[in-house]
């Protein structure tokens, strides 16, 4: 299998591009996408093959929920068993944007993509191209770290390229990201906690959490 390359305007990708991002995810593939916090591996979490090449493509252990991109706060009711009102306080002030919620999974979220918690992580992203890619499909996608499991992360499209040239069927090159990567924080317990601090600090997120 050959990676294939196109160049995109990170902040105006062409229509054609995501056209193209769209196919290769409706057939079961592959995409690699920037969004404002590094580079993404985007496909469709409803094929069960297709989750499986996802972690066999990063080495990524399948009790590791693989985390998914929706474009609103619909889509992710849509996915969720039940949001809390912690979830709407932190969608409203940081979405889109680099913030990661760990919230209970529907039951048509396949357990697969679940890690076989029940849990699902959830991101609105400030990026025109991964954004643009979810509207089109009509649903989530899958959009983990586009580096190995336990290697660095990747910043650029030609890096990404090079290292998954043969692993995955498209990358959309929008140059270089230089976003730290999406805070991660677990709403499900009586007690919030963050899992990973990225671009938004800890402080912050309780900052909104705080009663009125």
Not at 142 to 155: D, E, F
Not at 158 to 164: K, N
Request: aromatic share 4%; hydrophobic share 45%.
């Amino acid at each position: 299998m050959a990676t294939d390359l196109i160049e995109i305007d990170i902040q105006n990708p062409s229509p054609e591009a995501i056209d193209r991002a769209v196919v290769e995810v409706t057939r079961g593939r592959i995409v690699g996408v920037p969004t404002d916090a590094l580079y993404s591996l985007v496909a469709d979490p409803f094929n069960l093959n297709t989750v499986g090449h996802v972690f066999a493509v990063k080495g990524r252990e399948t009790v590791r929920a693989l985390p998914l991109a929706v474009c609103d706060t619909m889509m992710a009711e849509d996915l969720a068993k039940e949001l809390s009102s912690r979830f709407y306080m932190l969608a409203r002030h940081f979405w889109p944007g680099p913030l990661t919620m760990i919230v209970p999974a529907a039951a048509k979220v396949p357990l697969k993509v679940t890690g076989n918690t029940g849990r699902l992580a959830i991101r609105h992203a400030n990026s025109p191209a991964l954004n643009a890619i979810v509207e089109k499909l009509g649903h989530a996608v899958i959009a983990t770290s586009a580096n190995l499991s336990g290697q660095p992360t990747i910043s650029s499209g030609i890096e990404l390229f090079a290292i998954m040239d043969g692993r995955i069927d498209l990358v959309l090159d929008g140059g270089v990201c230089t976003g730290p990567g999406p805070t991660t924080v677990d709403i499900t317990d009586p007690y919030w906690r963050v899992i990973k601090e990225g671009a938004i600090p800890e402080k912050e997120i309780a900052e909104r959490l705080q009663p009125a």
